[in-house]
């Protein structure tokens, strides 16, 4: 299949379902920025099987390009990159209430960027989620979705505290630990033998890296995991990577 064909087939579709009409670019690189932007603000409606198979065939193109990243051994584990290119049980979603995704086009949060490597099926199974519960998230809580094109099998989102401050209170320091706690009760409860943990809350949600990281690790070593034999806790910034670092050296 050729791949630019591919993707002009992709964002016809796209920009169809989004009643959006703009001049496709010629580069593959550029192409691909526009079908992300395209998925970033479609509605979660029932799509197309020839775009579904054409978006899942370029998504895998892509996560190929990338590389998939494995995680040797059991126990604890910090790893620094992507989170999208780990090939474990689940990883783990900082969401938002709504739990549908970033909407804003090409955005570097992770919401955005799990949802875009994933594929548009993964905010329709969020939506569907979400009428059928008839509210929104509350913080602490997670639910769990395919992973879709992901090399991870599922995705746990959870809904951390937002801090506009950057001073967390003594209840939204508990939050942050119910969100940890709530995605290892579900990936116990799915029998999952390994989870990626992103930095919850910390980044566009303003809670304190540090911090942020010591309730992280306190509360996972505190949970006792039946099935759950491998935790990533998965970084991208230097600075977070030098925090979970150190902390995960004490005893």
């Given at each position: 299949?050729d791949?630019?064909?591919?993707?002009?087939?992709?964002?016809?579709?796209?920009?169809?379902?989004?009643h959006?009409?703009?001049?496709?670019?010629?580069?593959?690189?550029?192409?691909?920025?526009?079908?992300?932007?395209?998925?970033?603000?479609?509605q979660?409606?029932?799509?197309?099987?020839?775009?579904?198979?054409?978006?899942?065939?370029?998504?895998q193109?892509?996560a190929?390009?990338?590389?998939?990243?494995?995680?040797?051994?059991?126990?604890?584990?910090?790893?620094?990159?992507?989170?999208?290119?780990?090939?474990?049980?689940?990883?783990?979603?900082?969401?938002?209430?709504q739990?549908l995704?970033?909407?804003?086009?090409?955005?570097?949060?992770?919401?955005?960027?799990i949802?875009?490597?994933?594929?548009?099926?993964?905010?329709?199974?969020?939506?569907?989620?979400?009428?059928?519960?008839?509210?929104?998230?509350?913080?602490?809580?997670?639910?769990?979705?395919?992973?879709?094109?992901?090399?991870a099998?599922?995705?746990?989102?959870?809904?951390?505290?937002?801090?506009p401050?950057g001073?967390?209170?003594?209840?939204?320091?508990?939050q942050?630990?119910?969100?940890?706690?709530?995605c290892?009760?579900?990936a116990?409860?799915?029998?999952?033998?390994?989870?990626?943990?992103?930095?919850?809350?910390?980044?566009?949600?303003?809670?304190?890296?540090?911090?942020?990281?010591?309730?992280?690790?306190?509360?996972?070593?505190?949970?006792?995991?039946?099935?759950?034999?491998?935790i990533?806790?998965n970084?991208?910034?230097?600075?977070?990577?030098?925090?979970?670092?150190?902390?995960?050296?004490?005893?």
């Open positions: 299949m791949r630019l064909e591919n993707l002009n087939n992709i964002i016809q579709y796209l920009m169809a379902d989004n959006i009409s703009c001049q496709i670019p010629l580069s593959l690189e550029e192409r691909q920025r526009l079908m992300r932007a395209l998925m970033n603000v479609r979660p409606l029932p799509a197309n099987a020839e775009l579904l198979k054409a978006q899942d065939w370029e998504l193109q892509q190929a390009d990338k590389g998939t990243v494995t995680i040797e051994g059991e126990g604890l584990k910090l790893w620094q990159g992507d989170i999208t290119r780990l090939k474990v049980d689940a990883i783990v979603n900082a969401a938002n209430a739990m995704g970033c909407w804003s086009p090409l955005h570097a949060c992770i919401d955005n960027c949802h875009s490597a994933a594929g548009i099926q993964l905010r329709q199974e969020c939506y569907q989620l979400m009428q059928a519960q008839g509210h929104d998230e509350e913080t602490g809580k997670a639910k769990i979705t395919q992973g879709y094109n992901l090399p099998r599922y995705v746990i989102h959870t809904v951390g505290p937002i801090i401050d001073i967390p209170t003594p209840e939204q320091e508990e942050l630990a119910s969100c940890y706690r709530s290892l009760d579900i116990e409860q799915h029998q999952l033998r390994s989870i990626a943990f992103c930095c919850i809350s910390t980044g566009v949600f303003h809670f304190p890296n540090q911090r942020a990281a010591e309730i992280a690790i306190r509360t996972v070593r505190e949970h006792t995991c039946q099935s759950l034999k491998t990533v806790f970084v991208f910034l230097d600075k977070d990577y030098d925090i979970y670092r150190r902390l995960l050296q004490q005893a």
